[in-house]
């Protein structure tokens, strides 16, 4: 059964860092492209960031791009993401997923908070 779990998110200030991870079990993680997604309140899930099996490809949305780094570690089945530089609108929860998303595989997520 595959399982994705994230963590990593909290409250921070708008500029600031944060660092999610997400640890995959249940399958050939290393063998799936891999993404990061968001859903802020009252808003539908959007995708973020992905990033290819070997880690060699990246792909970010327009609204992150320059300020967020997507990456991962096969050995440990996790896969990242560096948030730079936040902003108000970074606020939501956070998922990871494969490329395509599978329905039954979302997590809990992680919540993101951007606020002074």
């Known amino acids: 059964q595959v399982q994705l779990v994230e963590s990593g998110g909290g409250l921070v200030q708008p500029g600031g860092s944060l660092r999610l991870s997400c640890a995959a079990s249940?399958?050939?993680?290393?063998?799936?492209?891999m993404g990061w997604y968001r859903q802020a309140p009252g808003k539908q899930r959007e995708l973020v960031a992905t990033i290819t099996s070997g880690g060699s490809m990246t792909n970010y949305a327009d609204f992150v791009k320059g300020r967020f780094t997507i990456s991962r570690d096969n050995a440990r089945n996790t896969v990242y993401l560096q948030m730079n530089s936040l902003k108000t609108e970074d606020t939501a929860v956070y998922y990871c997923?494969?490329?395509?998303?599978?329905?039954?595989?979302w997590g809990q997520g992680t919540q993101v908070t951007v606020s002074s």
């Open positions: 997923n494969y490329i395509p998303a599978r329905v039954n595989y």
């Open positions: 249940g399958d050939n993680f290393s063998i799936k492209v």
